[in-house]
């Protein structure tokens, strides 16, 4: 009877153990399932031959904001082949890039997807870091010549620090050329070739170790790479996090670099009774400061943007409509650029016939904040007298909001 007892007490444990094993399994189901992309969302796949890898186990992770997760693995066969199939973090035409990498070892390939891409990788375990070939994205292939790059890099380092012919000094200055270098390779062939690519946003959290090369809190010229790509993911994807982020880290390092400003910061109310309006002034093509009150007799389309968004020259064509119209009857458009690249600036608007300036500092300028520029292109209509009328979400119909004013 007290052998029967006690079965029955051992088999109530073991019910309760197993039913806590599965409540501990549901939770972190239900978190994992949180904190990931959504199961209902659309899937990208990966896959490929890795060779020279037999037994091996190739990792598929996501380089998340909060560290890196685990996706998927398998272990690879003699041909090397495999294939990942992800339901992708991206859920709409407005959700930003996302970043992955596989791994075996300490040996990673790192790539980008945007929603739905069917990405291929081939590869040979030995070299798998330097000499894989990826398709399916531009951006993918990009990065991987910022790794390439990376890895020079450290195999310059590593060269200089063991030549016993040079002293400490000599090592520390001469690593810091290396470095900046590599820097401004990135600078001009990466990012401001195309700031809002996913290959930008990789290229300015490179690392060695633990260190990051681009110093976001204190290196006034870093800072402003920061703020170029924050402004066109800003434009591209406002909403996601890894946007939020980005634009977090470039208002930090701008605070912390930047001089005294002039009265734009502190904003005297008078003159704001005076003009209707904030006032500010920025460089024209020609280096010459536009200001806002110059136009106080004309009515005043005041548009922000940035050539480099891929419906600007169509909307450029409907501003040349608007003011061949009515230009002659008062109208002027102010246009501020917030592209990064100062160059493709000049080349886009060295035809237009308005007001064009430049301002380097993009969507984290506090002129542009002070607006709520809150995405681009972004609008106002300001009246004769220099009097605030219109925002663009205001203005239901573009031609009569002018009218009015005129």
């Known amino acids: 009877m007290r052998k029967r007892k ?16 599965l409540i501990v399994l549901l939770v972190c189901y239900l978190f994992l399932t949180m904190v990931s992309c959504s199961p209902a969302g659309p899937t990208f796949s990966v896959s ?3 060779t020279s890898a037999e037994d091996s186990t190739l990792i598929l992770e996501q380089m998340a904001l909060d560290g890196v997760r685990p996706l998927d693995s398998v272990r690879l066969q003699t041909d090397g082949t495999f294939l990942f199939k992800v339901r992708a973090c991206a859920q709409d035409s407005t959700a930003a890039p996302e970043f992955y990498r596989l791994r075996i070892a300490s040996q990673v ?7 739905t891409e069917d990405i291929t990788v081939q590869a040979d375990f030995p070299t798998m870091a330097t000499g894989y070939d990826i398709q399916g994205n531009e951006a993918s292939r ?3 010549t910022v790794s390439l790059l ?4 450290q195999q310059q380092l590593r060269r200089l620090f063991d030549d016993n012919t040079l002293s400490t000094l ?3 200055d001469r690593a810091q050329q290396l470095v900046d270098a590599y820097k401004q390779q990135l600078k001009a062939d990466i990012i401001l070739r195309d700031p809002a690519s996913p290959a930008a946003y990789f290229a300015l959290f490179q690392t060695i170790g633990p260190q990051m090369l681009f110093n976001p809190e204190t290196d006034k010229s870093d800072v402003q790479y920061f703020a170029a790509v924050a402004t066109q993911w800003d434009a591209l994807y406002p909403a996601a996090a890894r946007t939020v982020n980005l634009r977090n880290i470039a208002m930090r390092g701008l605070r912390n670099t930047r001089p005294a400003r002039p009265w734009e910061l502190n904003i005297d109310g008078e003159k704001i009774k005076e003009t209707g309006i904030i006032d500010f002034g920025f460089p024209d093509i020609n280096g010459r400061e536009r200001r806002l009150s110059e136009f106080q007799e004309n009515v005043v389309l005041l548009d922000f943007t940035a050539y480099s968004l891929p419906a600007s020259q169509q909307r450029n064509i409907e501003l040349r409509e608007l003011y061949s119209q009515y230009h002659s009857r008062g109208l002027e458009i102010l246009q501020v650029s917030l592209d990064a690249d100062e160059h493709f600036w000049k080349t886009s608007c060295e035809q237009l016939p308005w007001v064009c300036v430049h301002c380097a500092e993009g969507l984290l300028n506090d002129i542009v904040q002070l607006y709520a520029v809150q995405g681009l292109p972004s609008i106002f209509i300001i009246g004769r007298g220099s009097e605030m009328k219109a925002r663009g979400e205001q203005i239901t119909d573009l031609k009569k909001a002018i009218e009015r004013e005129l």
């Open 150 to 153: 990376n890895i020079q890099l």
């Open 109 to 115: 390939i790192n790539f980008a997807v945007d929603s």
């Open 142 to 144: 990009t990065m991987k």
């Open 6 to 21: 006690a079965q029955n007490l051992n088999q109530n444990i073991m019910r309760g153990v197993i039913a806590m094993a």
């Open 170 to 172: 000599e090592k520390a």
């Open 48 to 50: 490929g031959n890795v």
